[in-house]
């Protein structure tokens, strides 16, 4: 509900004025299914990966453009 919200009032604001990409950082390692289920449902696209924290935790760094 209010991610969706969020991303929904985001996407709609940024593609209308800006047209700029869209970034996020998803864990990967440990995994968060949930959420790249969710990007994924919004067109993230994986643009490269992250270790983090002297490779103790691994994310999905991703993007989204304007139509």
Same mark, same amino acid.
Request: glycine fraction near 8%; include cysteine.
């Given at each position: 509900?209010?991610?969706?919200? %969020?991303? $929904?009032?985001? %996407?709609?604001?940024?593609?209308?004025?800006?047209?700029?990409?869209?970034?996020?950082?998803?864990?990967?390692?440990?995994?968060?299914?949930?959420?790249?289920?969710?990007?994924?449902?919004?067109?993230?696209?994986?643009?490269?990966?992250?270790? %983090?924290? $002297?490779?103790?935790?691994?994310?999905? %760094?991703?993007?989204?453009?304007?139509?």
């Amino acid at each position: 509900g209010f991610a969706a919200a %969020l991303y $929904d009032d985001l %996407l709609r604001s940024v593609c209308e004025k800006e047209k700029v990409p869209i970034t996020c950082e998803i864990d990967i390692m440990p995994a968060n299914p949930h959420s790249l289920s969710f990007h994924d449902g919004y067109g993230f696209v994986e643009v490269g990966k992250q270790w %983090l924290y $002297d490779g103790k935790k691994q994310v999905s %760094l991703r993007e989204r453009r304007c139509p």
